[in-house]
């Protein structure tokens, strides 16, 4: 056997396998055209498109090949944009999978209120907490909607609309041969208020303001950037304590505000006033006098967090620190090194 020839084998075993999976699915259920999508599933739990093939009204049936090992999701879409079924199916290095996808169309309808008054128009968003498929349904007028749909499990929704300045987020399960009505009443809690410079008094745009709920053992987390006037607006805050905490990076970080809201008293308004303290320009370079871009600069005073601002391109930022008291700077660069 000549040389060349036993290289050539050699080098044929040593070479990976290519991929030899495949995945032969028949659809029942439904006699619309379908578009059916292949997702992979990577480390981080994302789904990542692999392929799409769209059927005709008469195929129910459809092929996937040389797929690599892993977990897969079929997707199967209808004309609705509601239409929309999710399996997952694990793939071997050289299995040949086939599976039947049974759609079992049902009707989700409900209504969204606002303290038992009707919202209106708006959008409300379900997503899939396994598949992560995306369903978005219009509300009509009244606040309420009916739509075709397909899936069933754990998800959660994203309410919005001109009665919400911010948006409310909840988990629903559907199950069941009929799931539903999903009627969503959002508690009536409104904390608002607006946020202004205690030298100038002028408004404090485009600082984040975030709002802790304590309910029972649990904390429920929401923020909201204030607007060219400087407001804030959460609605749909459920009765509780709350801890709302401000975050400016031209002005000094006030104490947490903590108040709670009642049945009885469910709105809170607050009208802050922030201190800018002194403002002091610094640049952030490293060990070979490069600028550092986007470095954490705190300032704490007596143990205690003052401000915190983000360096630009030039590693430049403007640090807002109290007027009349000893600050310490502490630096952390993206890397994750201190200075």
């Known amino acids: 056997m000549s040389l060349l020839l036993i290289l050539m084998m050699l080098a044929a075993e040593a ?96 209504h969204v209120t606002l303290g038992g008054t009707s919202i209106g128009a708006g959008g409300l968003l379900l997503k899939h907490r396994e598949f992560h498929s995306r369903s978005e349904i219009l509300l009509e007028p009244e606040g309420t909607f009916s739509v075709p749909f397909w899936q069933r499990g754990t998800f959660s ?45 002028r408004p404090v745009p485009g600082a984040t303001v975030a709002l802790q709920t304590n309910i029972d053992d649990r904390e429920e987390h929401v923020r909201l950037t204030t607007d060219p006037e400087g407001r804030f607006d959460f609605v749909g805050i459920k009765p509780g304590k709350h801890i709302v905490r401000i975050y400016a990076p031209q002005h000094l970080e006030p104490d947490p505000i903590t108040f709670e809201l009642m049945d009885a008293a469910p709105l809170r308004e607050l009208d802050l006033s922030l201190d800018p303290g002194r403002s002091v320009p610094i640049v952030i370079i490293d060990k070979e006098y490069d600028p550092v871009a986007n470095a954490k600069v705190f300032v704490v005073t007596d143990s205690k967090l003052r401000a915190r601002v983000t360096t630009d391109e030039d590693g430049r930022a403007d640090v807002p620190v109290p007027d009349r008291e000893p600050a310490t700077l502490l630096v952390i660069a993206e890397e994750g090194r201190s200075r």
Do not use: M
Not at 34 to 59: C, H, I, M
């Open 157 to 201: 929704y994203n309410l919005r609309g001109p009665a919400l300045p911010t948006d409310y987020s909840q988990v629903a399960e559907l199950e069941g041969p009929s799931p539903g009505p999903l009627n969503i009443d959002l508690p009536d809690g409104r904390v608002r208020g607006i946020l202004r410079d205690a030298k100038s008094d």
């Open 15 to 110: 070479a990976p396998a290519a991929p030899a999976g495949s995945i032969d699915a028949t659809i029942r259920g439904t006699t619309k055209p379908l578009v059916v999508q292949l997702l992979f599933r990577d480390g981080a739990d994302n789904w990542n498109a692999v392929s799409q093939k769209s059927l005709p009204a008469e195929t129910r049936r459809v092929r996937f090949e040389d797929l690599d090992a892993g977990v897969y999701q079929i997707l199967v879409r209808g004309p609705a944009a509601t239409e929309q079924l999710a399996t997952k199916i694990v793939v071997g290095r050289t299995d040949a999978r086939r599976t039947t996808i049974t759609i079992e169309p049902f009707v989700l309808a409900g």
